[in-house]
């Protein structure tokens, strides 16, 4: 990585200051000579300093102790303060105060595409001989990052501060059910509290693995990692606070196979932009057919943390591919079997899908409408999927499994 | 039924294929809701209203639902009092005991993390942030680059350990993602401390404690070499930030991220807790780990002199005080030793006095009785 020399700080020039009056007035007050204040001026130490001396009624014997132990400490080496890192770093706080993505000036703004340091060593501090490897795997630009991921952690970061499941949802809006829509919404939330494990162990999985060449993807990871944790606690309590059981859980054939994936880039696809995509279906059909205010301000922004996540999913494979182009068969051969396996999911999960129609209908009787808005919400979810991939550069529009090709009729 | 449904049939170059064994039986037929999942139970009577402090996961897990197994068997996402459903794949090894991962206060710790997020960018009072002495400024840019090293291990460490507790003990997810987060807030508000007064990032420390963290085979481990040893010591640092601050901003960052190291501390001594109650027999064990970790600590070639240097700097107020800073260091230092053996004994570990490594021995006060 290139670093700029250090630049010598500012208060160097200040043995060539005009001694202030009250200074001078104050010293001879006390037998200081002028050569003593330059003196102490010309081994760094501030005006403000010599002035606390004098105010302290600091002797002219005190004040040669001073500035000997001043050259002392000048002498005495701090290799550490001339590393050869950039310094004279100055980021202003801007209107949305001072963000991650601010601080990449300068050569902290480098970003390298292989970051080559195994150790924990910041990017932009300098490295230190003999620094263990930390284990990462994790070492190209192009097989994490995302263009937005720095905005996308602040944001998250943002509504970690003003969504808060115990306090910001009427959680006293809420009034039973009839059983057969309360167990419904159990059932639901049973398996969408299935993903959000999903999400908090495949991200806790491959956090280690990043080097902190990039730690802005592990920023942002990190804050997925809290919104999938806050989407299990209000699903659990959505669930439960009805003084009903959780539903039965989830074939779980989709989650085995995100768990087997082998890289991020493929995990990624899997969790952040197929998954999410639905997910985020999925969490908008539940908001149209929520209860009560609860389960409407539930709703909304769990589907703004997908919202993100999905951005980060795309993000993540289109920069993949603008870095390694003839990756994307790659790429496309993960969707071909993530498309297969969570269609299968949806297929063997009957009481996901009933659970659904149940919602929709507001009751087992209108299976009829209740249906209808399941096979349309299957419709709006496989095109939000395929908008997503588009724009991750991934065209799925001749390509998708012909399982979910039938549900966009 | 069993057939075998082909999920690589597009598999582009034809390789790859996986069978995967599904029972489709009744699974596609869909004329008429079956409603065969459905429960009837009511656990709980009625809808539970949320109290003084929201509606907290303490007061939704009423009833059977409160009842926390001590063994699970669930090596699946199931949450805790879900119906299990046969044949659900396994998503890799998990802790069975929960001694192994448990914590009394982790949904406690859970729920006031999540009440008491914060931002480096817009809750830290970044203007007030003045020009310092050189000496000053690249001693706290140091300090930075070390601390905001700690943090990226103090994220990646408890990270790693989150798929191996089952469901089951899902509270010890949710405080874990709480962690993984604060502590990237951490990495973040020292980098941009570093670079926002006229500093920039130093050298790096280091690194073989924070290694010996990571390195950890043990969620327990783990735990008590992190939240106990590390992040006591971290935090005894954090509360002395008054004397460290040179500005409001600083003393901002110091108090918001010791706010947030109270709650891991308090996850790793409850959780040391509950493990040497429910299994006394790990107690050699877990002193062997911390026989190890203090001696990283206290080895001179690896405990990392620009950390205590530049800290004796801000300390003392300079360079030409680094001799009062160093004495000042000596006394954080000292109350980092008592606080740490403290909350062993807390944690019921008070034994541990009487093989502490040598170099805290002296530093120790007389046991409180």
Excluded at chain 2, 117 to 131: K, L, M
Aim: aromatic share 8%; proline share 5%.
């Amino acid at each position: 990585m290139t670093q700029t020399p250090t630049r010598r700080p500012a208060s160097a020039a200040w043995a060539e200051r005009d001694i202030p009056d009250q200074i001078v007035k104050k010293a001879e007050a006390l037998g200081w000579s002028r050569d003593l204040v330059e003196r102490a001026l010309a081994v760094e130490l501030t005006i403000a300093q010599i002035e606390q001396a004098l105010d302290g009624g600091c002797t002219p014997e005190d004040a040669s102790e001073l500035i000997a132990r001043q050259v002392a400490a000048i002498e005495r080496s701090f290799p550490w303060m001339s590393v050869g890192t950039e310094l004279g770093v100055r980021v202003r706080a801007g209107q949305r105060g001072l963000r991650l993505g601010d601080l990449n000036v300068g050569s902290y703004g480098v970003i390298p595409a292989e970051w080559s340091d195994h150790s924990m060593r910041p990017r932009g501090a300098a490295p230190v001989a003999g620094a263990p490897a930390m284990g990462y795997s994790i070492f190209h630009k192009g097989d994490l990052w995302s263009e937005n991921v720095s905005d996308l952690y602040e944001d998250a970061i943002q509504s970690h501060l003003l969504w808060k499941p115990a306090t910001s949802i009427p959680w006293e809006t809420m009034s039973p059910l009839a059983n057969d829509v309360e167990a419904s919404m159990a059932q639901v939330l049973t398996k969408l509290s299935e993903d959000a494990l999903l999400t908090m162990d495949m991200i806790g999985r491959w956090l280690p693995e990043m080097s902190y060449g990039y730690h802005e993807v592990k920023c942002y990871l990190s804050t997925l990692m809290f919104d999938a944790s806050r989407h299990f606690e209000v699903y659990r309590k959505r669930t439960l606070a009805s003084g009903r059981p959780m539903g039965l859980q989830a074939p779980g054939y989709f989650f085995h196979a995100t768990k087997e994936t082998r890289t991020w880039p493929e995990a990624s696809l899997y969790l952040n932009l197929l998954d999410a995509a639905f997910r985020q279906a999925i969490a908008g059909f539940l908001k149209k057919h929520s209860h009560n205010e609860a389960e409407a301000a539930l709703f909304g922004p769990v589907s703004e943390d997908i919202a993100r996540q999905l951005e980060y999913g795309t993000g993540q494979a289109r920069f993949l591919l603008t870095t390694w182009p003839d990756r994307e068969e790659e790429m496309q051969g993960y969707l071909d079997q993530a498309e297969n396996i969570w269609a299968i999911e949806w297929e063997r999960d009957r009481p996901f899908r009933e659970a659904l129609t149940v919602i929709a209908g507001n009751g087992a009787e209108n299976q009829v409408q209740g249906r209808a808005e399941v096979d349309l919400l299957l419709k709006d979810a496989v095109s939000g999927y395929l908008e997503a991939a588009r724009t991750a550069g991934l065209s799925r529009d001749d390509r998708v499994c012909d399982r979910m090709r039938a549900w966009m009729v | 039924m069993l057939i075998y449904i082909d999920v690589s049939m597009q598999y582009a170059n034809g390789k790859g294929e996986r069978l995967m064994a599904i029972d489709v039986a009744n699974e596609t037929a869909e004329d008429t809701l079956q409603l065969d999942w459905m429960r009837e139970a009511q656990l709980a009577p009625g809808v539970v209203r949320p109290g003084r402090r929201g509606l907290t996961l303490d007061e939704v897990h009423v009833g059977s639902f409160a009842d926390i197994p001590s063994a699970s068997e669930n090596a699946t996402f199931a949450p805790r009092g879900a119906q299990r459903r046969p044949g659900a794949p396994h998503n890799g090894l998990v802790y069975r005991n929960r001694a192994d991962v448990w914590s009394e206060n982790a949904a406690l710790l859970y729920e006031e993390a999540v009440q008491r997020q914060w931002s480096s960018a817009t809750d830290v009072p970044w203007e007030r942030i003045e020009p310092l002495p050189d000496d000053l400024e690249l001693a706290m840019c140091q300090l930075c680059t070390f601390l905001t090293e700690v943090e990226f291990i103090a994220g990646d460490a408890p990270a790693q350990w989150t798929p191996a507790v089952s469901a089951d003990f899902f509270e010890t997810k949710l405080y874990l993602a709480t962690q993984v987060v604060d502590e990237a807030r951490h990495l973040d508000v020292f980098r941009k401390r570093a670079l926002a007064n006229g500093g920039g990032l130093l050298e790096q420390g280091p690194g073989t404690g924070l290694r010996n963290i990571l390195a950890s085979l043990d969620f327990s481990e783990m735990s008590v070499l992190m939240h106990v040893l590390g992040e006591g010591f971290v935090q005894t640092m954090f509360r002395a930030g008054e004397f460290i601050a040179q500005n409001e901003a600083e003393k901002r960052i110091f108090r918001l991220c010791a706010q947030d190291e109270s709650r891991h501390l308090g996850f790793g001594v409850m959780h040391l807790r509950y493990l040497v109650q429910t299994e006394p027999e790990r107690r050699e064990e877990l002193h062997s780990y911390l026989d190890r970790a203090e001696g990283l600590l206290n080895d001179p070639r690896l405990a990392g002199v620009s950390m205590a240097e530049s800290l004796a700097i801000l300390l003392g107020g300079g360079k030409a005080h680094i001799d009062e800073g160093m004495q000042r260091f000596m006394a954080i230092r000292k109350r980092q030793v008592n606080e740490y053996m403290h909350r062993l004994e807390v944690a019921g570990m008070g034994e541990r006095r009487a093989r502490i490594n040598p170099a805290f021995g002296p530093l120790l006060d007389p046991p409180r009785n």
